[in-house]
């Protein structure tokens, strides 16, 4: 299998956006994303030739889910044993914004990722991938390769978690302004 | 299904979501990180051409290694450790007649660390060993005790038409055949040897100790001594286990 490969090449430029996406609504934090792509290209390039071709998003999906759940695992390890702080580089200055909308982006994000890790794997990649990122339906049940009705239980307890979840975040922040 | 940031005419619970949902914006394109990672791969793939299997000769060093140490201290500890719980001759059980009492106790007999020299040299020690003892043939029960009080005990339950050998009499020739095969000590197992057949003209152990006597009187370089003893030997047992040893040593100038 060589990177010419136009195959390859092809579903590069067509995924390498999508996969952008899954990552963030797995929570992976901004720093990593870069990583973390090459990495899951590295096992599509690998594991090509055997693919039967039957769902292409979903076996990426796949293989980005696994990638990322590996990642987590040695990341933990070295956390324990360097203690490495995370660097978002969303926190990082780039010019083209004022101050104040990059602090407010920020800001929204961070709470966003905070209400989000207290969701199940499953909900959460379910309503980030329809609620943020604008997948239907029917894609997301591709991706997942479980059936329509699935994705639409799956997001409506999501619902019900994000709505309870804002909930007791107002509640909190009136106690505590 | 709309999503929920479009929805955001309900409740104040409902506005409150919708509001958070809108305040974050989905992942835009990054086409400068995409053309980083691709990059990235090209060299990684270049590499991959460049030098296959370049990450196996360290990790393939490394089991060598490893291996070799592993093998060398299992050879270490096995030679200084378990061989020797496995040669250790255990506290000995001489062979008598229900009716002889019971031996003095003695301190465990060894095998000699090394082959002795004389041995070595001598053939006397070898047939000596093989002949009075056939014990010595790889058996389990008979690798463990010490080939000097198997070919005893073994010719004392070998011959029936041998008187029993007196615990006594098996203790003098046993001194004597440590003093001459563990302690090279020829002189002294020629003294033990000579009170021996002196003492019991017609003992049990008269053949074996006949024998040693040979075995020793060479060890010296005494052949008058040598010679004596292989002609009595002769005489006294014609066709005996040590017959082809003593006439050897009898035919020899």
Do not use: K, L, Q
């Given at each position: 299998m060589r990177l010419r490969d136009a195959r390859f090449r092809e579903i590069y430029e067509t995924w390498f956006d999508h996969i952008l996406k899954w990552l963030y609504a797995f929570g992976v934090p901004s720093s990593e994303t870069e990583d973390l792509a090459q990495e899951i290209f590295l096992v599509v390039r690998r594991k090509l030739a055997r693919f039967?071709?039957?769902?292409l998003a979903g076996w990426l999906y796949r293989i980005t889910q696994l990638t990322v759940r590996d990642h987590r695992r040695r990341s933990w390890f070295k956390n324990l044993v360097t203690r490495r702080r995370e660097v978002d580089l969303t926190e990082l200055s780039h010019g083209g914004e004022s101050p104040e909308r990059r602090y407010e982006q920020r800001e929204n994000r961070r709470i966003f990722q905070e209400l989000m890790d207290k969701m199940s794997e499953k909900r959460r990649t379910t309503f980030v991938l329809f609620?943020?990122?604008?997948?239907s339906g029917q894609e997301i049940a591709e991706m997942h390769d479980v059936p329509l009705g699935t994705v639409w239980t799956r997001l409506h307890h999501a619902r019900k978690d994000f709505r309870r979840l804002v909930k007791s975040r107002r509640r909190e922040e009136q106690k505590n302004p | 299904m709309t999503p929920m940031r479009d929805?955001?005419?309900?409740d104040p619970d409902s506005r409150a979501t919708s509001e958070v949902l809108r305040q974050v914006s989905p992942t835009l394109p990054d086409p400068e990180m995409k053309r980083r990672v691709w990059v990235a791969l090209s060299r990684s793939e270049t590499r991959a051409v460049a030098?296959?299997?370049?990450?196996r000769w360290p990790v393939l060093a490394s089991a060598m290694a490893i291996l070799l140490v592993a093998g060398t201290a299992g050879a270490v500890i096995a030679r200084r450790f378990i061989g020797p719980m496995f040669h250790r001759a255990p506290q000995v059980t001489p062979v008598v007649a229900p009716a002889a009492a019971t031996p003095p106790r003695r301190a465990p007999v060894r095998r000699a660390p090394e082959p002795p020299a004389v041995a070595m040299a001598q053939p006397a020690v070898d047939l000596g060993v093989v002949e009075a003892a056939p014990?010595?043939?790889?058996?389990r029960g008979a690798r463990r005790a010490a080939p000097a009080e198997r070919a005893v005990a073994r010719t004392a339950t070998d011959s029936p038409a041998a008187a029993t050998p007196s615990p006594r009499e098996r203790a003098e020739v046993l001194d004597a055949m440590i003093a001459l095969r563990?302690?090279?000590?020829a002189g002294r197992a020629g003294q033990l040897l000579d009170r021996y057949l002196a003492a019991h003209?017609?003992?049990?152990l008269r053949e074996e100790a006949l024998a040693l006597a040979i075995e020793a009187a060479d060890a010296r370089g005494d052949k008058t001594s040598v010679s004596r003893w292989a002609r009595a030997y002769q005489n006294d047992?014609?066709?005996?286990?040590?017959a082809t040893f003593a006439r050897s040593h009898l035919t020899t100038p």
């Open positions: 039967d071709g039957a769902n609620e943020v990122e604008g997948y | 929805d955001g005419s309900g030098a296959p299997h370049v990450w014990a010595a043939r790889p058996s563990r302690d090279h000590d003209p017609h003992g049990a047992y014609p066709s005996g286990r040590f």
